[in-house]
């Protein structure tokens, strides 16, 4: 498996010229503690973090000034385990995926622990071949697609809506 495959293409991201109260405003609303910082092509520039924001007063800074320049990123046909293997290392929760440059994805360390814990057999097929007694729900309002044996989900693990956003997909 490679990132490709495991990588969140829902994106919520923001450029440096948001102030970083706005900043704040969208990372509350989307329930994620950070985000890629992109410029008008989509190339990333940097990574706001809630560490970024909450160490730096006062908040009329722009994303800009205060974001992590040191961006560690992977291209999208990265293996998993190296994804693994840099958030580790460089003790980071996310990681832009890139395709020349340019951001496509994101994962987290909550998406390799959901595809380790997740079996074999669902997370190597396709989201069309699942069968066992897998149920299929889907968020409504980001479009994040969860197989699971379990039932209802608490939350999205993309945009963090709650259960109540969730409606159950029959497989054809």
Same mark, same amino acid.
């Given at each position: 498996?490679? $990132? @490709?495959?495991?990588?969140? @293409?829902?994106?919520?991201? #923001?450029?440096? +010229?948001?102030?970083? =109260? =706005? $900043? ?5 609303? %989307? %329930?994620? +503690? !950070? ?7 989509? *190339? ?19 994303? !800009? ?11 999208? =046909? ?14 980071? @929760?996310? /990681? ?13 360390? +909550? ?6 814990? $997740? ?8 989201? +069309?071949?699942?069968? !066992?007694?897998? /149920?299929?729900?889907? #968020?409504? @309002? #980001? ?12 939350? #999205? ?8 956003? *969730?409606? *159950?997909?029959?497989?054809?």
């Amino acid at each position: 498996m490679n $990132a @490709k495959e495991l990588m969140t @293409k829902d994106l919520v991201t #923001c450029g440096p +010229s948001m102030l970083i =109260d =706005d $900043a704040a405003r969208r990372m509350l609303d %989307r %329930r994620i +503690s !950070g985000m890629p910082v992109v410029d008008e092509n989509g *190339f990333v520039l940097g990574v706001l973090s809630e560490v970024d924001i909450i160490t730096r007063q006062p908040t009329q800074l722009t994303v !800009g000034e205060v974001m992590t320049r040191a961006v560690i990123s992977a291209h999208e =046909d990265t293996s998993i385990e190296r994804v693994a293997a840099q958030l580790a290392q460089h003790r980071i @929760k996310r /990681l832009p995926v890139t395709r020349e440059g340019v951001l496509v994805g994101i994962i987290t360390r +909550s998406d390799l622990v959901r595809a380790m814990a $997740a079996p074999a057999s669902v997370a190597a097929e396709p989201l +069309s071949h699942h069968h !066992g007694g897998a /149920l299929i729900w889907r #968020c409504t @309002k #980001c479009g994040h697609i969860e197989p699971r044996r379990d039932p209802l989900p608490d939350c #999205c693990p993309h945009c963090g809506e709650t259960r109540e956003h *969730f409606e *159950f997909v029959e497989e054809d």
